[in-house]
């Protein structure tokens, strides 16, 4: 598939392994930078999603999106474990269970950008799913130098496989996209329940915060960990 996103803020806090081991499978590490595990609040916006060769198609290729994440790698291969995704769209959320196997959500969503400020608000709206809600603003700032290997940044935005509960057990999936083109961002307001619904404390702490204006992204298909094809 190829898709873009943009209007993107990477939300991240330092968390103990500890909690965050019963919520993910034994078969993959949790990641590690600076002798703490992270877990990341990412809103932003989606567009152009297609299937690669085909047009995008009206109506349900374009929607807002939030997911909570960690990091993680398995065999050596480090990747992202999405603990939720919400969506603004019905069909693609249902589209994205059934093929992806991740845990999508609907939610009423909303972004609104002036120049260089951004308030994003979700609610969850997802039938026998954990109440969650996200209502934050941000500022935008300057530019950042590319991420290089061995840095926080790098670490936390550089991540080119996605793992999931595959129909067979453990599946990945490899991501492309150019370089993430960060920038700082200030908080203005936050407030969440995102982390709380997976039965995580809340952070009450200031987060570390990165801004990215547009990127485009190529997903492949799902496959087991045992085939060894999408990924080096």
């Known amino acids: 598939m190829r898709q873009s996103w943009g209007s993107l803020l990477f939300l991240h806090w330092r968390i103990d392994a500890a909690l965050l081991r019963p919520l993910i499978p034994q078969e993959l590490d949790i990641d590690e930078f600076d002798g703490s595990a992270w877990i990341g609040v990412v809103p932003f916006t989606m567009w152009g999603i297609r299937k690669t060769r085909t047009p995008a198609i009206p109506g349900l290729s374009a929607f807002h999106e939030l997911n909570v994440r960690t990091y993680v790698h398995h065999r050596g291969v480090p990747g992202v474990w999405f603990f939720s995704l919400d969506a603004a769209k019905r069909i693609p959320v249902h589209v994205a269970r059934a093929t992806y196997q991740l845990p999508y959500f609907l939610a009423r ?102 801004f990215a204006n547009e990127l485009h992204v190529d997903i492949w298909a799902l496959r087991s960990t045992d085939d060894r094809r999408d990924i080096p």
């Open 109 to 210: 969503m909303k972004l609104e950008r002036m120049d260089n400020a951004i308030q994003y608000r979700s609610e969850r709206i997802h039938k026998r799913a954990p109440a969650a809600m996200l209502d934050m603003a941000w500022q935008i700032g300057a530019p950042l130098p590319e991420s290089q290997p061995g840095t926080l940044e790098f670490f936390l935005t550089e991540r080119y496989a996605l793992f999931a509960h595959g129909r067979r057990g453990l599946a990945h999936a490899r991501i492309w996209h150019p370089p993430w083109p960060l920038q700082e961002a200030v908080v203005d307001r936050y407030a969440s329940t995102m982390i709380e619904a997976l039965g995580l404390p809340e952070p009450t702490d200031q987060p570390l915060a990165h």
